[in-house]
């Protein structure tokens, strides 16, 4: 999604070298900033030369300075998700001096399944989705929605476990108490087509426009115990 408010990182970078000048201290915020403007435009290289910028200002990189450059590995196919991971790992070592266990947030999470999406890495990406919840984390109907749309890639679309799976997440995400977003609706449209499963789909779309039970009064149900996702015969391309 590219939202126009976000600066363009050569005003960013303009905006650094006035504070240099009048002797202004860029702060860990301020550097953030320029990291996610960099994402933001694409630019992987100069998002990991901002952060080692910061670094060498002694500054220690925060959650948000590590998930803006995962962000940024989205513009470099699967080089991006190799130097993805990289970063993801990186952030939670524990170093011998300081700890900078930087435990990983929802939009780490969210930002590194669409690198590995963009990468047509189906395995990986629902695989993130299991270690999202292994951190605690609840997932969003972002996670979900990228999930489903692992599942729709064109590599694995005709295999029967994506259909499975899929159809296992959807029941999930339902339990949740989420709704599907429309990037989701339409991979799990695609799947339902490719599978003659035209009543699921039907289903789909009708569930999507009824409020869903535990958002709308009444007391919420006890999330249902998540069942096992079917497991798979044939490895997934990664």
Known sequence: HHHH??????QVFAVFGEMRKHGVR??????????????????????????????RAGLTPDVIS????????AATGGEGAARA????????????HVSTFTPPSERTFRHLMAVHLAANSTGRVL????????HG????????????RACALPGVCALPES????????EQMRADGLRLDTHGLLALDRLCRRHKRHELAQRVRRERSMPHPDVVGGPRRRR????RQPTFTRAWPS
Do not use: V, W
């Open 5 to 10: 408010h976000h600066h363009h990182p050569r």
């Open 26 to 55: 860029a702060d860990r915020a301020a550097y953030n900033a320029l990291i996610n403007a960099c994402a933001e435009a694409g630019d992987a290289a100069r998002a990991e030369g901002a952060l080692g910028q910061m670094t």
């Open 66 to 73: 590590y998930t803006s450059l995962i962000k940024a590995c």
């Open 85 to 96: 991971d990289e970063i993801f790992n990186e952030m939670q070592q524990r170093t011998n």
């Open 127 to 134: 695989a993130l989705l299991g270690e999202l919840r292994a």
């Open 137 to 148: 984390l609840a997932p969003s109907a972002t996670h979900y929605s990228l999930a489903l």
């Open 163 to 170: 259909l499975l799976r899929a159809t296992a997440l959807y």
């Open 224 to 227: 249902p115990k998540p069942r």
